[in-house]
């Protein structure tokens, strides 16, 4: 589980590494799919990973809205910040937590949604890319990432 969190967190940094050779009107321009634009779709992935881990933990949900993220600068720093707040859960992940329950969904259940979840995205940021000419983030996990 952690070794997947961490792909996804490497991934996401490269992600933005990446928008920063994209205009900013470009990485806000409404597309079809994903979440309506780069930035929107990014600042999502980081909001659900983080409601969901925050309930996990026992702490309150709470949701982003997309306007004070809309730079890539904010942006990033509430990846940064979020994914901060929530790594020592993550990194402290045992097997029992796999079984124990949230309302009608298991731990292990909503952790894995949400490496499937960034992952999607990451598949519509690709298309983003291509569409603009430029070469994706790789997305490989076997040749980089964590081992």
Known sequence: MQKLFEYNWLVRGEWFDWCGQVPEEELTRERTGGFGSILKTLVHVVDIEHAWIRGLMGEPESHYPFEPYATLEAARKLSDEAAAE??????????????????????????????????????????????????PVSANLILRGPR
Do not use: N
């Open 86 to 135: 929530i790594r020592p859960f993550v990194l402290d992940w045992t097997d029992e937590l796999d079984d124990k329950r949230m309302d009608i969904f298991t731990y292990g259940d909503i952790m894995r949604h949400l490496i499937a979840h960034e992952i999607h995205h990451i598949g519509q940021l690709s298309i983003w890319s291509r569409e603009l000419g430029l070469k």
